[in-house]
Structure formats: C-alpha cells, structure tokens
C-alpha cells in the first residue's frame, strides 16, 4: 500500500466509531446499580449480562436496566456464562469482597478485562497472583477506585502541586457509619472479608497516598503506624483510629468504622492553609481551600452522572488501547493499598480464612 493509501485507510479508521463496548456485571447488589445507570448513560457501552445467585433478585437487575429498544440485559446464576460469552467485552465484579479473587481469576484465565470493586482482595498476596495472571496474560485488570478519578479530584492535584497551601504538614479524614450487627452479613463476617478496613478504611488510605502523591511526587516511606481498634463478636474489624507517620512531621490519621457516625471528612494540612472536604470525601464534589490569611476559596465539581462514569471510560479506553493496568490507579499502587491494610489489619490481630499461603 502506498503511504497515501496508508493515510487514508488511517484516517477512515479514526473516523469509524468504536464498536459498542458490553459489560457483564457479577454480583447484583447495591453498588452493582451505581455502576447499571452510569453504563446506561454513557455513550459507547451498554449492559449486556448480569450474574447473581439468587435468580429472581437476577432477573430483576436485568429487567430494571434493560432498555426500550435494545436487546434484554442477561440473566445468568453460573459464572461460567458470562466468561464464555464472546460477546462481553469487559466484567465488572461488585461482590463481597472475599469473591473478588475467584470471580477476577476467573476472567482474566477466560480472557477478559476486569473491573473489580474495592478493595481489589482481602490480601496483597492474593493481590499479586492476579496482577501476575493479567501481566502474564496481557489482560487488563483494575481496581474500582472510583474517588481517584471523580472530577473534583482533578483539580485537587492541581492546588496541591502548585503548593497552594504551602509545604504539607499532615491529614485527617473520617470514614463512619452504623451498621446493624449481622454476623452473617458482609461487614461483619470474616468469610466474607468483613470489617471497616476493606469495606471503608481503604477510601482513608488511598486518599492519604493520593495527597502524598501530589504533594510530593511519591509516597514517603512510612516510618511508625499506630493504632487502636475494637473487634466485632465475628472478629472483624468494627472501628480503627490509626495514626501512619511518614517522617519529618508528617502523619496522616484517620477513624473508619462501621459501629459508629461520624462526619466523613477529609482536611489536608499545610503550612500557609489548608483544604477541606467537608462532607463524603470519597464521592466529594465540593472543597474547599483556606488560606491562613485571606478569604476561601471553594471549588464545586458536580458528577456528569453519578461520579462511576469516569472510571468506567479509563477502564474502557485501556481495553481498546491494549493496556493491561491505567496509569491512574495501577497495579502497584493496588498492591500497596493491600500491603498497607496487612500490616494494619496484623496490628489489630484481624485474620481472614484465606490469609494463609494456599
């Protein structure tokens, strides 16, 4: 073909558009709904499959997100169905967290993009055999860390790269709230990787590494880690206050738990101001920045639909690129999460089934 030619065919590919992008979802929950209405909303992709173990409950995610005029979304009991499907392009994993690992390891051994919710496992060990699994078999795989890629955050970066508020002295964020004790329910058993850490302490931890990252280009190395927790009738963790110190000064503390309120902020300290999200950090849409002297500032980014809808382009845009992990939230960043969450949860004497070497 002559370069002309080579040209054009180049050019009538760009101008072609993408084909429809169908995402199987496991696991029919609460979450797995957020997710349902984003893909509906989105151009490009549409929900093609569903699987849960309860038919009926099923069933009636598909119908709900079935659209007027498109095909019926699937219904499926048997995981297998969705990982022979040639049609799914992707699968979305929105179990409890300790399915993660055989539904992801399922996948990505059928061939298939995965997008697991938080945390990605309950341990680094299992972490690692899946990043060496989607490495070894070039398949993307990613973390559903959906706080990192919410537009308020973007500009986040922006302040703290530019030092708006000076050189960073340390962090607070609490992530709380009430639970009914249920011992057979997802927060509280340790079968299923129960407890305030996995379930909401690692929004506290990415979002401490993510202002470091900033900040400083890297995450320091972590010098002490403290803490204090109090442990369900189950075992699990109820409630952590931990304090992490990276050196110099620099100690970023937090409260998650699911036994108790509390206001759910983020504050970031520095040495002429300070930021504020002063509501829901992890899906914040508004922040605000006080200078030492002066007026605020205050930054509102809303959601373009529910704050799922940009992971959910990332994760398909690495999929059509050929990319294995997105530079957003990568592989080693998932697995520091968990080493992190190892330590703290050794420390709080908090053990999983599947935490010993299978």
Known sequence: MSHIGSVAAAASDAARPLRTFQWALIGPGSIAHRFAEAVTRLDGCRLHAVCGRDAHRTQQFADRWSQPGDTAVQAHTDPAAVMNDPAVDGVYIATPHGQHFEYALAALQAGKPVLCEKSLVPNQAMGQRLVDVARERRIFLMEAVWTRFLPLYRDLAVWLREGRIGALRGLQSSFCFPAPYDPDGRLFNPAL???????????????????????????????????????????????????MDFGGGLVSQF????????????????????????????????????????????????????????????????????????????????????????????????????????
């Not at 990415?206 to 280009?217: D, E, F, I, P, S």
């Not at 030492?292 to 930054?299: I, N, Q, S, V, Y």
């Open 255 to 358: 409260i998650c738990g699911i036994d108790t309120a509390a206001p759910n902020t983020l504050q970031v300290m520095g040495e002429t101001g300070s930021i504020v999200l002063p509501k829901t950090f992890w899906q914040a849409t508004q922040a605000v920045l006080q200078p030492a002297r002066g007026p605020a500032e205050t930054l509102e980014r809303p959601f373009e639909i529910n704050g799922f809808e940009n992971e959910i382009r990332e994760a398909m845009r690495c999929v059509r690129a050929g990319e294995i992990e997105s530079p957003i939230i990568p592989h080693d960043e998932t697995l520091a999460v968990l080493g992190w969450m190892d330590r703290i949860r050794a420390m709080a004497r908090v053990r999983y089934p599947f935490d010993d070497p299978q």
């Open 193 to 243: 990787a129960g407890g305030a850490l996995l379930d909401v302490g690692i929004y506290n931890l990415t979002a401490t590494r993510w202002v470091l990252q900033q900040a400083y280009g890297q995450v320091p190395p972590l010098q002490d880690l403290q803490l204090s927790a109090v442990l369900a009738p189950t075992g699990v963790d109820s409630r952590l206050s931990v304090s």
